[in-house]
């Protein structure tokens, strides 16, 4: 006998929610399962939310880190995408409710907020192995010109995790599930849906939405940052969430700061600094933990190990299987590592290195402005480092004594930080009230939050890695080589002061205040802008960085400079316990 299919959606659910305290009061409490979180405390979800999650598809997401290859440096960053999705479903609920609450003409239903739960609890349904070094570098590698991303998997297995196991839900609901998590209202042809609900789970207006919300305390909480200024004020005082007790419910700043005003979502005013820790604290995350240079190498480490046990395994076309793809996790390394086969010989020993930290090395780095990104990427090259080095090293018998150098011992990585939006200022993007103005919206002046705001909020980060430390010297040579004949960029014609024109005065003008132009927040240069980068031109030179210089024949690692030498003075010895020997005194005006 067939079992019977959960319904995960009931008949009155399109009525509109309502709530008489901080619980939905509707269900029994034995109904109700409790997931203790490390960020959230108790979180508590119902049985159509617990179906979800009671499946092989979303307990798949037990076995892939979070950070990926950040572990290997923060053994602390140890947490996966398991509870960073208990977390973003438990947020998505939480602001679908407040607004619910807060604002009833709204008629926001219980439809509505459970499939924003469900969307915030399968948004990361379809990460592979290591998240974002599966399909931001393996994937483009092993299918070349594919546009594969993990988005894709994640409605793969929502579909399967429907299917295979015998849940109900009307398609119309699937489809808008899957809008949600893209973001995207555009795909819900079928019913108009209430277009602020999909900037809860994935804002792309702002990127302001409960994933961002979730994975920055997560993160920090998890490798312990809370030491830093920025962080410590973003996260143990509470800047993003301010939790307060009230029926053991934690209440969350910048979600109970939200409003819906002309469709969407608003914030505030008095959150904006908030705000905007917010947005910096994702571009420091990303500068010095994402992007750590032996995170960044390890991460090309796995994946020459994946691309060398692809022809033999392949598993890169899995992507489109969800029965294959539900298996693909971290264990894919274990699964590489204990075979035997002589075929992955080339795999294991790369793999191997990482277990005895004998990592790629990073040669040289260098911060490029946001707005010379494709030039980078197409100056730099392995293939153009390699041809440099050889032209400048030609005549050296030294240079090549450890083999030939090839442009498969380089690797170029360019990393892309910034705020959120690009090389754009996210507050541009966000629309504040006022207890004043509850009901009317608009985006902020400078002064209305800040003048110490930067100029700029995007860069490039430029490293140039080997995996031979043999070539490390040579590799910077020849990457320094290119860097010398790198054209200067143009000056920014924003940047140039703005003709005036001379006009004689009027006679018998009265003399008056002229308004002040309204300048967007991004244009804006603080005086530490202009210390560090100049009063009209932020664009740094392409001079070489001297504190990575090594000679040309460097090899190896340089001595720490914390490590003291003896300068030549044996240590005195201490005699033995009971030798008999009179201890050794001391010279007069030693110390």
């Known amino acids: 006998m067939a079992a019977s299919r959960l319904k995960l959606m009931h008949s009155d659910d399109e009525q509109e929610f309502q709530s008489q305290g901080d619980q939905d009061t509707s269900l029994p409490m034995d109904r109700i399962r409790r997931f203790k979180d490390s960020v959230h405390d108790y979180i508590p979800f119902g049985p159509e939310i617990c179906a979800i999650i009671d499946t092989p598809q979303f307990q798949r997401l037990r076995n892939i880190k979070q950070l990926g290859t950040s572990y290997y440096v923060w053994p602390g960053a140890a947490h996966n995408r398991f509870e960073h999705c208990l977390g973003v479903a438990y947020l998505s609920h939480c602001m679908a409710e407040h607004l619910q609450k807060c604002q009833p003409e709204l008629k926001i239903t219980r439809r509505d907020i459970k499939c924003v739960t469900m969307a915030g609890l399968c948004h990361d349904l379809g990460h592979g192995p290591w998240s974002h070094v599966w399909d931001g570098l393996f994937i483009p590698k092993a299918l070349p010109g594919t546009a594969w991303q993990h988005e894709d998997a994640s409605e793969m297995m929502f579909d399967m995790l429907i299917k295979e196991n015998n849940l109900d839900i009307p398609e119309h609901d699937v489809t808008f599930i899957k809008a949600l998590i893209a973001g995207n209202p555009s795909r819900c042809r079928d019913r108009q849906e209430k277009q602020f609900l999909f900037e809860i789970v994935a804002n792309k207006r702002n990127g302001l939405d409960v994933d961002k919300f979730d994975y920055i305390a997560r993160d920090t909480h998890a490798m312990d ?15 993003i969430y301010t939790m307060e007790l009230k029926g053991a419910v934690m209440r969350l700043r910048l979600i109970h700061s939200a409003r819906v005003i002309d469709d969407e979502i608003c914030f505030d005013i008095k959150d904006a600094n908030q705000i905007y820790e917010l947005c910096y604290t994702r571009f420091s995350l990303h500068k010095r933990i994402y992007n750590h240079k032996t995170a960044k190498a390890i991460e090309y480490m796995i994946v020459d190990a994946l691309l060398a046990a692809e022809p033999h395994m392949k598993f890169a076309s899995d992507i489109t299987n969800p029965q294959k793809y539900l298996y693909l996790t971290d264990d894919l390394r274990a699964r590489i590592e204990a075979s035997e086969s002589p075929e992955l010989e080339k795999a294991r020993s790369i793999l191997g290195r990482i277990h005895k930290r004998d990592l790629y090395k990073c040669v040289d780095y260098k911060v490029f402005p946001w707005s010379r990104k494709d030039i980078c990427e197409e100056y730099f090259t392995p293939e153009k480092i390699v041809q440099a080095a050889l032209a400048d090293n030609g005549d050296d018998p030294d240079a090549f004594e450890h083999g030939e150098l090839t442009a498969d011992h380089v690797i170029v990585d360019l990393a892309k930080m910034h705020y959120g939006m690009k090389d754009k200022n996210p507050l541009d993007y966000v629309k504040f009230y006022s207890k004043q103005h509850p009901n009317t919206s608009e985006r902020a002046n400078l002064d209305d939050i800040s003048l110490l705001m930067p100029s700029v909020f995007g860069e490039v980060l430029l490293r140039i890695y080997t995996k031979e430390k043999e070539f490390h010297g040579l590799v910077q040579a020849g990457y320094r080589t ?47 802008a202009r210390f560090f980068s100049g009063e009209s031109d932020i664009t740094p030179s392409l001079s070489q960085n001297s504190f990575t210089s090594v000679p040309k024949n460097y090899t190896g690692r340089p001595q720490s400079p914390t490590h003291k030498k003896s300068n030549g003075q044996k240590r005195e010895r201490e005699p033995e316990v009971g030798s008999g020997s009179p201890p050794l005194k001391k010279k007069r005006g030693a110390h």
Do not use: H, W
Not at 225 to 239: F, I, K, M, P, Q
Not at 483 to 500: C, F
Not at 505 to 515: A, G, K, M, R
């Open 225 to 239: 940052l809370r030491g830093n200024l920025s962080l410590t004020r973003c996260v143990a005082r509470c800047e």
């Open 482 to 528: 290119l860097l010398a004949q790198m054209p200067e960029p143009l000056p920014d014609p924003l940047d140039s002061p703005e003709p005036r024109e001379l006009t004689p005065p009027l006679e018998f003008q009265v003399p008056s205040t002229p308004p002040m132009r309204k300048r967007p927040l991004s244009r804006v240069q603080s005086a530490g």
